[in-house]
């Protein structure tokens, strides 16, 4: 196992009618700015739970955080918490939302170009502070310090992290995603489990704890996932469900062990040409990386087939994941998303080459032509 150190300050607060007790979270007289999508709160309650519950506070509303969450909108958000002068960010929605607002959080005190922080990575000294209240279970924004944010005007999708935007709180009360589409909940269930691959799916280190943690939300999602879709109000399954989604990203089972993130980042670039939602193009993607990487990945793939899957060979857990992301409806094959075009492999790679990033992956294993193939492997219906 390697060395490592471990924090989480997000506090959780979860269950059902968790949002009528934030206030107690909040000092007296703090100015709130809540902050929204495009609309799923007020139609699902959370929007009058959420003022019900600050109706003791002074709070302003920013709505209209797109998924994918623009800067150009963001920026608007940033003009206004400056001048409200607001004291706390309280984010409502899923991990559009949840991103956005950690980028206002760390655009308000910043001084210098705010896209900095996502382009050069720019140092985030101080953040505005931010709570959560998710409705979307996949991303782990909710207790984890990254976001995820897009440039249309350029083209980019891309991550920073930052210690300041860790949530203070976060309240996952599963009634709040019953409303999601089904679609919505199959791409949170490959999120979710995609985030644990990326942190177990490496080469082993003995780190038998972690591991397992890790297997145990594997088999945790392929359990629920389908209950979870099937019946919506279900309320224990919705909450395991919820619950996995958290703990694959909040710090925990990457704990002292290698880390892969070579799907999320050939991923990203397919949102950021062709729109397709974030799960999906992990989907997209994973099974064929993992062909591609067989030799490096050869001990963690049998033992992933044998763990989670109960099958001898690595093609067969391979196998078995593209089965489950399908049954879910959620294709794993670029041919079947619209619009991509043939060159795709090309022009990532080209992307890459143009951002100076040349390796991916544990041990820098997935370089860009190994990119180059994995993408015209899913292309090759
Ligand atoms: O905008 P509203 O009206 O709220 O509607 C949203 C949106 O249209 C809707 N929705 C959310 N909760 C709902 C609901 N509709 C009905 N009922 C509810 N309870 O769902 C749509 C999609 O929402 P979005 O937030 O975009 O989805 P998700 O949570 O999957 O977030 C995706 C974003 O997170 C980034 C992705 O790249 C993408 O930009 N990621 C963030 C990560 C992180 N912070 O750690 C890690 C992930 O790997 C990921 O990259
Ligand atoms: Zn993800």
Not at 67 to 78: D, G, I, Q
Not at 173 to 180: A, F, N, V
Not at 332 to 340: F, K, N, Q
Request: net charge negative; hydrophobic share 40%; proline share 5%.
């Amino acid at each position: 196992m390697f060395n490592f150190e471990y924090r989480n300050p997000t506090k959780i607060i979860f269950g059902k009618g968790q949002i009528a007790t934030i206030a107690k979270e909040i000092s007296p007289g703090t100015k709130v700015m809540l902050t929204c999508g495009g609309g799923s709160i007020k139609a699902n309650g959370v929007h009058e739970q959420t003022m019900r519950a600050l109706a003791g506070c002074e709070v302003i509303e920013f709505g209209g955080i797109e998924p994918n969450p623009e800067y150009e909108t963001l920026m608007r958000a940033v003009e206004l918490g400056r001048k409200e002068k607001v004291g706390l960010l309280l984010a409502a929605g899923g991990g559009s939302v949840l991103d956005g607002t950690k980028f206002i959080a760390a655009a308000i005190p910043f001084k210098g170009d705010e896209w900095d922080i996502v382009r050069k990575g720019a140092a985030v000294e101080s953040a505005t502070p931010l709570a959560t209240i998710l409705t979307l279970p996949a991303t782990g924004s909710e207790s984890n310090p990254f976001a995820v944010i897009s440039r249309r005007g350029t083209g980019e999708k891309l991550a920073f992290s930052s210690d300041h935007c860790y949530p203070k709180f976060a309240v996952l009360d599963p009634e709040t995603t019953y409303s999601l589409p089904r679609k919505q909940v199959a791409n949170g269930i490959v999120d979710a489990f995609m985030h644990t691959m990326e942190q177990y799916l490496t080469f082993p280190v003995h780190a038998e704890l972690n591991d397992r943690f890790a297997e145990s939300i594997l088999q945790t999602l392929i359990e629920v996932g389908p209950k979870t879709l099937a019946d919506p109000n279900d309320h224990d399954a919705r909450a395991t469900f919820v619950w996995s989604a958290t703990m694959a990203l909040n710090g925990l089972i990457g704990c002292g062990v290698p880390q892969d993130w070579a799907t999320h980042m050939i991923g990203h670039e397919l949102t950021a040409l062709y729109g397709i939602d974030h799960a999906r193009t992990l989907a997209a993607v994973a099974p064929h990386l993992y062909r591609v990487c067989r030799e490096n990945k050869a001990e963690k793939l049998q033992q992933y087939a044998k763990r989670v899957w109960g099958e001898e060979s690595a093609e067969a857990g391979i196998r078995r994941t593209e089965e489950f992301f399908e049954s879910l409806g959620v294709p794993t094959r670029l041919a079947r998303y619209e619009g991509v075009q043939a060159d795709t492999p090309a022009l990532v790679v080209s992307r890459f080459e143009a951002r100076g990033e040349r390796k991916f992956g544990e041990r820098g294993i997935v370089d860009l032509k190994a990119v180059e193939e994995i993408l015209r492997r899913s292309l090759a219906a």
